[in-house]
């Protein structure tokens, strides 16, 4: 068996040339992809059952009418948003989920290009977004820039902003504090905390625009919500959503 390892390690090089790791599951894949598995995964996102509105993804159990593209979940039945429509690649969950984490916690920035690239995939899925033409990504305080070095949305914008020929503003809004742990509270306290964080430094820049704004995940909706609602108020004349992953509704 030893013997035969420097020969099947030969064998597994010629198949799988070394180094070439899926930049999700680092199981084996050619250059510059992502391996079939991973890639059954993300094609299987695409068919799923999502909100029309809000872009999150049917749970176990959530009652679907046949009519998918006219179906809301709960809450999108229940209020508002102020943005038009939201769309995520896929469920914040497996494999995606993981990568997200590596991703912004762990600085691995060169799966930027990646979860771009899923993010692209969704967008140009969905019709209403063909005529967005400015990009923003939503925006991390000053103090948390510093701390984690980079934002993760503003690098997703950046890679889908060069993917489908849109300019990215990464200035007209900004986030002066983080807000405190929002658990316990109620959506519209969480959104109006979030509201008052954000920022448009140029109205001038959004006026009149169809915006993209770019995040990395959306759950509860509320930083989305929040980003939207200032975009709106600056006078945008549509607000759409675009993530790497949205949560599940039940
Ligand atoms: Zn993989
Ligand atoms: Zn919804």
């Not at 769309?87 to 590596?102: D, F, M, N, Q, T």
């Not at 690239?117 to 005529?131: D, H, I, K, Y």
């Not at 959104?191 to 006026?207: D, H, M, P």
């Amino acid at each position: 068996m030893v013997v035969l390892l420097p020969i099947l390690d030969d064998l597994l090089n010629l198949i799988f040339p070394q180094g070439l790791e899926c930049p999700f599951c680092g199981g084996p894949c050619e250059a510059g992809d992502i391996c079939n598995l991973c890639g059954e995964v993300f094609e299987g996102y695409r068919q799923e059952s999502r909100c029309a509105r809000c872009g999150r993804f049917a749970g176990k159990g959530a009652l679907i009418s046949n009519n998918t593209s006219a179906h809301y979940c709960y809450e999108c039945r229940r209020h508002d948003w102020p943005f038009d429509l939201v769309r995520a690649a896929g469920p914040y969950e497996g494999v995606l989920k993981e990568a997200i984490h590596r991703f912004k916690y762990n600085g691995r920035r060169s799966l930027a290009a990646y979860l771009a690239e899923l993010m692209a995939g969704a967008l140009r899925a969905e019709p209403l977004f063909a005529g967005v033409d400015l990009i923003i990504p939503v925006p991390v305080s000053g103090d948390r820039l510093r701390q984690r070095g980079f934002n993760q949305a503003a690098l997703l914008a950046k890679e889908i902003g060069v993917m489908i020929k849109i300019p990215v503003d990464g200035r007209s809004l900004v986030k002066d504090f983080e807000t405190p742990a929002q658990a316990g509270l109620s959506r519209s306290a969480r959104e109006s905390n979030l509201a008052g964080a954000f920022r448009v430094t140029n109205t001038a820049k959004v006026y009149g625009k169809q915006v993209l704004i770019i995040d990395d995940v959306f759950t509860t909706g509320s930083t989305m919500s929040a980003a939207s609602y200032i975009i709106r108020h600056a006078g945008a004349k549509q607000v759409f959503g675009l993530t790497a992953a949205a949560g599940r509704y039940f």
